[in-house]
């Protein structure tokens, strides 16, 4: 099965050697999409050197910032486009441990059309967080599951997995998201369509270099957008597509068809 990593990036100059570096070695045989916002630092530069050395990897510049949601999609549809089989997120700033890879990427091997690096099931953890901010996000995590009724405990997780034919599914240009809610939307739809959503442990760490993106727009962004969705969801009775298996180790499906499902 072949898979394509997509690694948005914006001044990660600091970041990226060590990224490409460990990607390569946990994943030997995967490609990777490297979609950078213009940044100013040089990280695209970098990334394209490397390149030259590690082989498979394509860096693609955007003139400005334009958004982790809009890289995450333009890069699931030039891997849909290209024929990939998996789809895998990540981010560049080291907080994802690379040598995790081939566990996520396992899971939808085995048959998972989503399978997320999960800070909150058994054996997850974020040992440089606050007790506050710990508990901030796991109860903005809990509150996604509970108004979406998803299978998933941590759904704003940006490490992940996807079986391409799921994405390829989805009308991506009404994923309009970004950040947190990206993540949440994405998930949800995987769940509406019927896809088996897995979870496997990850270890979460904060940057050691550069400087975060995130903002507190983005935590208000999302949790507007999951009170809407649950909302608009219920009033319109919706519920999620029969389930569809996948064949592991394929991307065959072995329960109904795509066509032979209902909402």
């Known amino acids: 099965m072949r898979t394509l990593l997509i690694l948005p990036t914006y001044n990660e100059a600091e970041n990226i ?5 460990a990607v390569r ?6 490609s990777i999409l490297l979609i950078d916002d213009g940044s100013p630092d040089g990280t695209a530069e970098i990334a394209e050197r490397l390149g ?14 334009q958004g982790l949601g809009s890289a995450y999609r333009l890069g699931f549809r030039l891997g849909i486009e290209q024929g990939y089989d998996i789809l895998v997120e990540m981010d560049s700033d080291m907080s994802h441990d690379p040598n995790a890879l081939p566990v996520i990427v396992a899971g939808v091997k085995k048959g998972a059309a989503l399978t997320i690096g999960s800070r909150y099931v058994s054996g997850g953890s974020i040992p440089s967080w606050s ?5 901030l996000s796991l109860w903005g995590n809990l509150y996604a599951k509970k108004l979406l009724n998803l299978p998933s405990v941590d759904g704003t997780s940006g490490f992940r997995a996807y079986r391409a034919a799921v994405v390829d599914e989805m009308d991506l240009t009404r994923v309009r998201a970004d950040g947190y809610a990206f993540q949440i939307e994405m998930a949800y739809r995987v769940h509406m369509l019927g896809g088996r959503v897995t979870e496997v442990p990850i270890s979460f760490r904060d940057r050691e270099r550069g400087e975060s993106k995130m903002s507190s727009t983005i935590v208000v962004e999302a ?16 519920k999620p ?8 180790g394929t991307t065959e499906i072995a329960s109904a068809s795509a066509s032979e499902r209902t909402a």
Request: net charge positive; charged share 35%.
């Open 17 to 21: 050697e060590l990224v490409l570096r």
């Open 25 to 30: 070695n946990a994943l030997p045989d995967a």
């Open 52 to 65: 030259e050395e590690l082989d498979q990897i394509k860096v693609l510049r955007r003139s400005g910032k």
């Open 131 to 135: 007790l506050y901010r710990r508990k």
């Open 223 to 238: 949790l507007g957008l999951v009170t809407w969705w649950g909302v608009r969801d219920r009033l319109a009775k919706r």
């Open 241 to 248: 597509k029969a389930p569809i298996e996948f064949v592991p």
